[in-house]
């Protein structure tokens, strides 16, 4: 017996279906917008001889692969209903911008550690507590965007914040050691 998400996705998927390639144009109609966007950059770098095409056409085939890889596991992770699914997402982005974080202030000892740990606490509680007051619940429709907002912000402000602090004690250690 076929499952509620299987007869979702075959509906989804199902390029018979009346208006399916209608709806699929349209729907390309913004990637072909910026499509068209980068190809004039290209061809400006060309005609200016800037010497950069190589690296662009590069970018663009990386973002392409990249956002397309995201596109599916997104897909994937919101036609489940097992609440794993959504906390491994929410670890691999609180991992990815614990990482993130922690690069931007390589000075800092363990510093990819600490902002990873520091992330994980700042957001966990907060995301707990939306869905333990109801706020929304806890589906994949809601829990990962928020959480890529959250996670995202506080990579950010870990980042700067890890940045700013060794810059202070560097600048004022005669301070500090007394």
């Known amino acids: 017996m076929a499952t509620a998400a299987s007869l979702l996705l075959a ?5 018979w279906a009346p208006g ?5 144009a349209i729907g390309m109609l913004k990637p072909l917008a910026a499509t068209v966007v980068v190809a004039m950059a290209v061809a400006l770098s060309f005609t200016q001889r800037l010497g950069v095409e190589a690296e662009m056409l590069y970018a663009i085939a990386r973002s392409f692969l990249q ?39 390589r000075q800092v000892p363990r510093g990819g550690y600490i902002a990873g740990v ?37 990579m950010t402000v870990t980042g700067v914040t890890m940045k700013k602090l060794h810059e202070d004690v560097k600048t004022q250690r005669s301070l500090v050691s007394q």
């Open 20 to 24: 399916f390639w209608r709806d699929f």
């Open 118 to 154: 520091s992330i994980l606490a700042g957001t966990a509680v907060t995301m707990f507590l939306l869905v333990v007051l109801s706020v929304f619940p806890f589906t994949p429709r809601y829990i990962i965007p928020v959480a890529g907002m959250m996670v995202g912000n506080a």
């Open 11 to 15: 509906q989804e998927v199902d390029p």
């Open 67 to 105: 956002l397309s890889v995201i596109g599916f596991v997104l897909h994937f992770i919101f036609t489940q209903s097992s609440a794993l699914w959504i906390l491994l997402a929410y670890l691999f982005m609180v991992t990815v911008a614990g990482y993130t974080a922690g690069r931007r202030a």
